[in-house]
T-cell receptor, first 111, second 114 residues
Framework: KQEVTQIPAALSVPEGENLVLNCSFTDSAIYNLQWFRQDPGKGLTSLLL?????REQTSGRLNASLDKSSGRSTLYIAASQPGDSATYLCAVETSYDKVIFGPGTSLSVIP | DAGITQSPRHKVTETGTPVTLRCHQT?????MYWYRQDPGHGLRLIHYSYGVKDTDKGEVSDGYSVSRSKTEDFLLTLESATSSQTSVYFC?????????????FGPGTRLTVL
């Protein structure tokens, strides 16, 4: 059974710092991995999707990497800003349209 | 936002009452999903649909039923609500972006069962 974990559960950093969020999954047979952002009381916003054949994806200050063989993905946020404060979730698609979510990392960027 | 709306956005009900949540999408997506989100558990799939009248169970389907009589609407019903069903419920669609599917979420419904 696929399990997805995220470390750390919470993170607090000063503004301007570069940071890395981690996502691990137990079964490397995935179709893709998706990173989401969730603001308090809101729905999920898709940030990046990495296909199983890809190693990384970039969008602005965000860079996501994928290492299927080791069951890991990282989300790198450059030059963090207070507006980046949110919960970040990773999710893996394990079969056609079955998605398993991690518990999320709560990020706080301190001005 | 992939044109997904959920109603109601907030609901308080009593144990034992039936509750129906509605998800509406405007872009003719085939796949629709219902998740619940709870502290310590993340998002868990309740049911999903792969077309009109085609549905299947997810990880935590006990106590829930769904219906999809039109492409644009996916209904989640709690036949007899229990306090353990207090949660935030999210609807999602899956959009085909060749060669992969990407999920997009509605704003959520906060349900409290007293």
């Amino acid at each position: 059974k696929q399990e997805v974990t995220q470390i750390p559960a919470a993170l607090s950093v000063p503004e301007g710092e570069n940071l890395v969020l981690n996502c691990s999954f137990t079964d490397s047979a995935i179709y893709n991995l998706q990173w989401f952002r969730q603001d308090p009381g809101k729905g999920l916003t898709s940030l990046l999707l990495i296909q199983s054949s890809q190693r990384e994806q970039t969008s602005g200050r965000l860079n996501a990497s994928l290492d299927k063989s080791s069951g890991r993905s990282t989300l790198y946020i450059a030059a963090s800003q207070p507006g980046d404060s949110a919960t970040y979730l990773c999710a893996v698609e394990t079969s056609y349209d079955k998605v398993i979510f991690g518990p999320g990392t709560s990020l706080s960027v301190i001005p | 936002d992939a044109g997904i709306t959920q109603s109601p956005r907030h609901k308080v009900t009593e144990t034992g009452t039936p509750v129906t949540l509605r998800c509406h999408q405007t872009e003719n997506h085939r796949y629709m999903y219902w998740y619940r989100q709870d502290p310590g558990h993340g998002l868990r799939l309740i049911h999903y649909s792969y077309g009109v009248k085609d549905t299947d169970k997810g990880e935590v389907s006990d106590g829930y039923s769904v219906s999809r009589s039109k492409t644009e609407d996916f209904l989640l019903t709690l036949e007899s609500a229990t306090s353990s069903q207090t949660s935030v419920y999210f609807c999602a669609i899956s959009e085909w972006r060749d060669p992969y599917n990407e999920q997009f979420f509605g704003p959520g419904t906060r349900l409290t069962v007293l």
